[in-house]
Every structure is written in C-alpha cells, then in structure tokens.
Nanobody, 118 residues
Framework: QVQLVESGGGLVQAGGFLRLSCAASDRTFSSYDMGWFRQAPGKERKFVARISRSGTFTYYREAVKGRFAISRDNAKNTVHLQMNSLKPEDTGVYYC???????????WGQGTQVTVSS
C-alpha cells in the first residue's frame, strides 16, 4: 500500500514562507489525485489544496488562494506545497493525501508541523 512521508515543516514568522514536500512509495503515483490538508490544535482537519493526476488542475481553499501553490513531479513521486505570506492562522499539522482520480481522499501521511508566529 502507498506510504506518504511529509517534510519541510517548521517555525516561521508571519510573512515568511515554507515549502512542504511529500514523497510517495507507490510506483502508480501518477494515477492519483494528491492533496494537502491541515489540522489546527483542537480543530477538525481541513482541505487546503488538491492537484489532479497530471497536474493540469489545482484547487485551493479560499483562505490560501494566491499564497499557496501545489505542484507535483510524477517522475519523482513527489508533491509539494509552496506556502508564502504565511499567517498565524496557517498554523497546524499538514498532511499529504491521495485520492482516486476525482474521488475522496483515502490515504494519509503522518503529518508535518507548521507553526507561524506573530
């Protein structure tokens, strides 16, 4: 079964940037939609971004539009989330996830912590 490992989280000040990476073990990586979710302490996990299997289509929650960019490199089985102009409300554990094309996310990584201080 596919394994997902996130990296790149850390502590930054408001206005800073981070680039998250997710490495997938599955050689059929290019057949999945990929996404990022985040979970703040005591809150529900929320959708952040999604990218189609070929990278043609991307989707973002409104709060991160214009600041975050999801991308993928199918040759390297990786997906990234470039996070710019970070705000304290972006703080949380960020999870990489996979979904069947057009379907619901069903596989999750272990998460990487992102903390944005004011």
């Amino acid at each position: 079964q596919v394994q997902l490992v996130e990296s790149g989280g850390g502590l930054v000040q408001a206005g800073g940037f981070l680039r998250l990476s997710c490495a997938a073990s599955d050689r059929t990586f290019s057949s999945y939609d990929m996404g990022w979710f985040r979970q703040a302490p005591g809150k529900e996990r929320k959708f952040v971004a999604r990218i189609s299997r070929s990278g043609t289509f991307t989707y973002y929650r409104e709060a991160v539009k214009g600041r975050f960019a999801i991308s993928r490199d199918n040759a390297k089985n990786t997906v990234h989330l470039q996070m710019n102009s970070l705000k304290p409300e972006d703080t949380g554990v960020y999870y990489c996830a996979t979904a069947p094309e057009g379907g619901a996310f069903n596989t999750w990584g272990q998460g990487t912590q992102v903390t944005v201080s004011s």
